[in-house]
């Protein structure tokens, strides 16, 4: 498990959610990263398959580049300004449903006192 800076997880290792597990994510990050977020749709379509993933920054600075997706798997790599702000990851399945996850990301400013190296970042 990463370490809590206020409500939001610092998890360098692992920036991966499970949509299993909830409908919005936490995450921080320096303002100076451009780091990979992933979702783990598989637990949650079990038999079916991502047949489009979008990515969109409903409020915020973040930057948006590389977005990706496999039959299971989403990703996006994800910068910005500092400042909070929400990401979208709207998935349409093989059947046609179409679902949604939120990450609620903290892009902190290279001057805050809750940045340091344990973070890599």
Do not use: H
Not at 20 to 30: C, E, I, P
Not at 48 to 59: P, Q
Not at 74 to 80: L, R
């Amino acid at each position: 498990m990463g370490k809590v800076c206020g409500e939001y997880e610092m998890n360098n290792s692992k920036r991966t959610f499970n949509p299993l597990l909830g409908k919005t994510f936490r995450y921080a990050q320096s303002e100076n990263a451009e780091l990979k977020y992933q979702g783990n749709w598989g637990p949650q379509i079990q038999t079916l398959t991502i047949a489009s993933s979008e990515w969109v920054v409903e409020y915020g600075s973040a930057v948006l580049a590389s977005e990706a997706a496999t039959t299971t798997v989403t990703s996006v790599i994800i910068s910005g300004n500092a400042g909070e702000s929400k990401i979208i990851n709207k998935v349409t399945l093989s059947d046609g449903q179409v679902d949604e996850r939120a990450i609620m990301l903290k892009i902190r400013s290279n001057n805050d006192p809750y940045l340091n190296s344990d973070y890599g970042i």
